[in-house]
């Protein structure tokens, strides 16, 4: 699977980029941003592929709230953003609602929404009861897909989340620039990483031989210390790294992140056990039990069209013509190609 997911990164990525030239960039003069979107693009499709291929119906279903969750949750939260970019008078008149980072309001209103309809999805799951599948064995020097995740998680990803803190620090004076045996700071915390990697590689070894006992015995309570450890570590690195320019909007923001995950932390650890009944449990994923109904997919695709007809109606009553900071981002009148074209 993780080798078809990269074949679908590549050809995705090389379709859409290489060619159709198709490239999500800043207006020019700016710092060019990462075709990345491509590749996951082609990701995606081939994710979807697999599991139809596998006859995946749970997979196929979770997929199809996604896909309406995220489409539903980037209309709202990127509509959240528009009445301060364009300086909408009803909102910008206020002083004290400038100023506040509402891109970063947009993107947790993404995920909140996107979260809360997947989350509709997955309750239907629990309510069906979904027969366990089995976890492939460990053999030799491969993992299997929960120790791949545990490293991409509170390995790799936790990493990236701090690894743009110190040039943040650097860029306005808040980090010492001496050197430690010809090092800098960026530099150790670069090693420590490594560090860190080494060491949660070891336990994972570890833990194949024999459970380590901090580890709690159900998969519940697995799942439950690492959402909640991965949640305060990204929550600690984004807060930490704004520090040096926490204005009052930025504060309050970065505040309701705090918030947020304050409440997300006591309805994890609020639930109570799952239950073990294996009687109650309908069948294995390829059960056409889990097939979406066509009065589901119909009200799902209503909903979307009539929710982007009423946000982008809404858009339009606020401006007249393109705003500030807008910006062309395909086509022949995209930015990054009139800045190529120029004398």
């Not at 080494?198 to 690492?226: E, V, Y």
């Amino acid at each position: 699977l993780i080798a078809i997911l990269a074949i679908g990164w590549w050809v995705g990525y090389l379709i859409l980029v290489r060619l159709f030239d198709l490239h999500m960039q800043p207006k020019p003069g700016g710092t060019q941003r990462s075709d990345n979107w491509a590749g996951m693009a082609g990701l995606l499709v081939a994710l979807v592929g697999w599991m139809w291929r596998e006859q995946d119906r749970v997979g196929l279903l979770l997929s199809r709230y996604g896909f309406i969750g995220g489409g539903i949750g980037f209309s709202v939260g990127d509509f959240i953003n528009k009445p301060d970019k364009i300086r909408w008078e009803p909102i910008y008149q206020f002083e004290f609602l400038r100023g506040f980072d509402h891109w970063k309001w947009t993107e947790q209103g993404f995920g909140l929404i996107m979260g809360a309809i997947v989350s509709l999805g997955v309750l239907h799951l629990l309510k069906s009861s979904l027969e366990p599948t089995k976890e492939e064995a460990a053999s030799g020097g491969f993992m299997t897909t929960n120790e791949f995740s545990v490293i991409g998680l509170l390995g790799v990803t936790l990493w990236w989340n701090f690894y743009h803190n110190p040039g943040t620090y650097f860029e306005h004076g808040r980090i010492a620039k001496d050197t430690l045996f010809g090092m800098k700071a960026p530099d150790w915390l670069f090693l420590f990483g490594f560090l860190y990697l080494g060491l949660l590689i070891h336990l994972m070894l570890r833990n194949r031989r024999a459970d380590l006992p901090f580890l709690p015995s159900s998969w519940q309570g697995r799942g439950q210390l690492l959402f909640l450890f991965y949640l305060w570590v990204t929550v600690v690195a984004v807060v930490s790294k704004s520090w040096p320019l926490m204005s009052h909007g930025a504060l309050f923001v970065h505040g309701s992140f705090c918030i947020t995950a304050l409440a997300c932390t006591w309805i994890v650890l609020t639930q109570p056990a799952a239950p073990t009944d294996a009687s109650r449990n309908i069948g294995p994923v390829q059960d056409r039990e889990w097939r979406s109904s066509p009065l589901r997919l119909t009200i799902g695709a209503t909903g979307c069209i009539v929710l982007l007809l009423v946000l982008t109606m809404a858009t339009m009553s606020m401006q007249e013509g393109p705003g500030d900071g807008f910006r062309y981002r395909f086509g022949p009148n995209a930015d990054h190609l009139r800045e190529i074209n120029q004398p």
